[in-house]
């Protein structure tokens, strides 16, 4: 079975750090693109970060760029986002997503990219 789960949400306060996990099963790894995506309540799910199957370079979303870093350990088949710096406005439920295809320009952060969804951690930063 194809599955992506997403652990390491939680409750912290503003200035304070977590990482999440993004564990991968039942598909070749280290040939999917991972992305991180989020959403919060009311509004659109945005892309926040990826990196590729191939080289393991990366892409931020320009609110999160310098606070977040993506990496990834194909051996244990798992995505990491580390979040510093959090802001009440980085509160979303957080979601991996997986791709075999290649993705240019902005369509790493497009929803349509990514046929591999996980179901979600909740991050919630309080001021």
């Known amino acids: 079975e194809v599955q992506l789960v997403e652990s390491g949400g939680g409750f912290v306060q503003a200035g304070g750090s977590l990482r999440l996990a993004c564990a991968a099963s039942?598909?070749?790894?280290?040939?999917?693109?991972i992305g991180w995506f989020r959403q919060a309540p009311g509004k659109e799910r945005e892309g926040v970060s990826y990196i590729s199957s191939s080289d393991g370079s990366t892409v931020y979303a320009d609110s999160v760029k310098g606070r977040f870093t993506i990496s990834r350990d194909n051996a244990k088949n798992t995505v990491y986002l580390q979040m510093n710096s959090l802001k009440a406005e980085d509160t979303a439920v957080y979601y991996c997503a997986a791709t075999p295809f290649k993705v240019y320009g902005s369509s790493w952060s497009r929803r349509t990219s990514y046929p591999v969804w996980g179901k979600g951690t909740q991050v919630t930063v309080s001021s």
């Open positions: 039942g598909f070749t790894f280290n040939a999917y693109g």
